[in-house]
């Protein structure tokens, strides 16, 4: 019989692998929308267009909340996520008025 000590071990071991895993996906996926988003701020300064996109941005926080409910995550945090995203991307699009 397996000590149950020791399995709770392996699992734990598991779960922070699984996690690790994703924690490199997240920055990556990240760091792939950050080169799009500095993409389209350069081509909105080239354009003159305001570096903030309300209906847009709108949008997109009712999308991914719509997703958050799909995939069990509270939609409040993936809001607050979405809407920290957007302000970081409208602030390099400022840079890019410049």
């Known amino acids: 019989m397996t000590n149950p000590v020791t399995q ?3 699992l734990l071991k ?3 692998e699984s996690i690790d895993r ?3 996906i997240l920055v990556y996926t990240l760091g792939e929308r950050f080169k799009h988003t500095q993409a389209v701020g350069k081509l909105k300064a080239i354009h003159d267009l305001p570096p903030s996109d309300p209906s847009r941005e709108a949008a997109q926080i009712a999308r991914l909340e719509d997703l958050a409910k799909e995939a069990g995550l509270d ?3 993936a809001k607050a996520f ?3 995203i957007i302000q970081e991307v409208i602030r390099h699009h400022k840079k ?3």
């Open 8 to 10: 709770a071990a392996t």
């Open 14 to 16: 598991e779960h922070r």
């Open 22 to 24: 994703l924690d490199a």
């Open 75 to 77: 939609p409040d945090f």
């Open 82 to 84: 979405l809407n920290f």
């Open 96 to 98: 890019h008025k410049e």
